[in-house]
């Protein structure tokens, strides 16, 4: 068959190559929806909010206010409803150096996935 | 001998269309799976924001002597629902255009019972209450609050609150 007549073998070479780049485009689109499902997923994912917001009481409220500072009790209810409430180990402690007028602070966050680590100096 | 090479044009042609026919399959089947916008979980990422940025707004003092708006909500002898209601939905319905948004909550306190380490939570405030049916995103914010509850009295506490939120 292919004997009798070789003129069109352009024409069929040139429809496969648009049939395949029509498929990969189509690829290429099926996949771009999951794209982004993925992305806002890993970010809900993300504890970034649960970071800040222990960050936040501890270094903007906490550490500023010594009787704060030093209470067991607000110690002990931010580990226990972190535990408790966010499935997160959290540990913190506020030290001083001698002579040395910063407040340092240690954060500690664990959530099993996400590991957070910081040491806090006060201007 | 060249007669005999007739046959590689025919060779390429099935070995291309057999490609092409598994693609399309491939193409076919993974095609089933239709996703929606919802499914896709951004406006959920975005939901999660807001309710964050207005949890933040609302525990931040005017100046450092103050109280902010959640620990007086909180300082009052009965947890001040209406008010937390009120500036809730006032701060994450508001939209540049004159149609409201339709964003609902419930929100929840919960607290360490003194001594020991159980807790408890309890539901303070809410706009409507939850079916089954809402997709609910959880945003939460920790806050001091001196009030007698929970085992102590008069004593400063940490406690967290809880918002669940979702557009109607």
């Known amino acids: ?123 | 001998m060249v007669n005999r090479e007739g046959g590689q044009l025919f060779t390429i042609e099935g070995i291309a269309a057999g490609l092409l026919m598994i693609l399309t399959a491939y193409l076919v089947v993974s095609a089933t799976s239709v996703y929606t916008a919802g499914d896709t979980h951004i406006s959920d990422m975005q939901l999660e924001q807001i309710g964050s940025d207005t949890l933040k707004i609302m525990d931040t003092p005017e100046n450092r002597t103050t109280q902010s708006d959640l620990q007086m909500i909180f300082s009052k002898p009965i947890i001040d629902e209406e008010k937390f209601k009120t500036n809730f939905l006032a701060l994450t319905n508001n939209t540049t255009s004159k149609a409201n948004d339709h964003i609902n909550f419930t929100a929840n306190y919960t607290c360490r019972i003194y001594p020991g380490n159980d807790i408890a939570s309890s539901q303070f405030s809410h706009s409507r209450n939850l079916t089954s049916g809402e997709h609910a995103v959880r945003v939460t914010k920790w806050v001091i609050v001196n009030r007698s509850f929970c085992g102590t009295t008069g004593e400063d506490r940490a406690v967290l609150v809880e918002v669940l939120m979702w557009r109607d």
């Open chain 1, 1 to 123: 068959m292919a004997r009798l007549n070789d003129d069109a073998q352009w024409i069929i070479l040139m429809g496969f190559l648009i049939s395949f780049s029509f498929f990969f485009l189509a690829l290429i689109i099926n996949q771009s929806t999951v794209v982004g499902q993925t992305t806002a997923e890993s970010i809900i994912e993300f504890p970034k909010n649960d970071i800040r917001d222990f960050r936040g009481i501890f270094i903007d409220v906490i550490a500023k206010n010594t009787t704060l500072a030093n209470s067991p009790t607000i110690q002990n209810d931010l580990k226990s409803i972190s535990l408790n409430r966010k499935n997160a180990v959290v540990n913190f402690s506020v030290w001083y150096k001698p002579n040395d007028a910063h407040t340092y602070v240690d954060l500690y966050y664990n959530n099993g996935v996400t590991l957070y680590n910081e040491t806090w100096a006060s201007l």
